[in-house]
């Protein structure tokens, strides 16, 4: 069975630029998070979407935003690049609820840096 | 707010030796608790979880973590560690419910195994 997959692996933009990242969940799994992790603040929760629909968002600004597909697959979307953007950029999913926790499986990330 | 801590950000053992990583998680309500590993440059591959059931909850790779209510604890443990055990791992918490699948992570432990 295929894992989570994302791409790109890796990516190199300018700040104010715009970037889009790409993630597959497993088959059969609706439910697609979106993560990020940074140097020096950890891992934090950026978006949830399940069935196509935003279901929570973590405390980041506007302009971070995504969406999922009608196959489950999801985007996420960074407008006007800032150096602290920097950072590995985590896709995970789940069976889907929105009701019970599901366990989440992570994909291999991408890359982004920010110069 | 649920939150994790996990004290010392490295850790060092001896192969062979015990693996000790302390994970304590604040929560209003009994939470589900997740121990992910992350290998250098790859994303985060689960290694156990606990949802309801048996306390002592047994994992890949010979590991295995004991929820304790009373302590808000969730440590986890392998008996003796091998070099391929050098890895960042990260002890999580969702607190499930309606709305609420999100992952906080603790900040976690860079493990270094010395020969």
């Known amino acids: 069975e295929a894992g989570v997959t994302q791409s790109p692996t890796h990516l190199i933009k300018t700040r104010g630029q715009q970037v889009t990242l790409r993630c597959s969940p497993i088959?059969?799994?609706?439910?697609v998070y979106w993560y990020q992790q940074a140097l020096g603040l950890g891992l934090q929760f950026l978006l949830w979407y399940d069935e196509g629909e935003e279901r929570n968002r973590g405390n980041f600004p506007p302009r971070f935003s995504g969406r999922q597909f009608p196959n489950y697959s999801s985007e996420l979307n960074v407008n006007a690049l800032e150096l602290e953007d920097s950072a590995l950029y985590l896709c995970?999913?789940?069976?889907?609820?929105?009701?019970?926790?599901?366990?989440?499986?992570f994909g291999p990330g991408t890359r982004l840096t920010v110069l | 707010a649920q939150s994790v801590t996990q004290l010392g950000s490295h850790v060092s053992v001896s192969e062979g030796a015990l693996v000790l990583l302390r994970c304590n998680y604040s929560?209003?309500?009994?939470?589900?608790l997740f121990w992910y590993v992350q290998y250098p440059n790859q994303g985060l591959q689960l290694l156990l979880k606990y949802t309801t059931g048996a306390t002592l909850v047994k994992g890949i790779n010979g590991f295995e973590a004991e929820f304790k209510k009373s302590e808000t604890s969730f440590h986890l443990t392998k008996p003796s560690a091998h070099m391929s055990d050098a890895a960042e791992y990260f002890c999580?918490?969702?607190?499930?419910?309606?709305?609420?699948?999100?992952?906080?992570f603790g900040k976690g432990n860079q493990v270094v195994v010395i020969p």
């Open positions: 999580a918490v969702n607190k499930g419910g309606y709305g609420n699948n999100r992952l906080a």
């Open positions: 088959s059969g799994h609706t439910s």
């Open positions: 995970a999913s789940s069976p889907g609820s929105v009701v019970t926790a599901d366990t989440q499986y």
């Open positions: 929560s209003s309500v009994p939470p589900y």
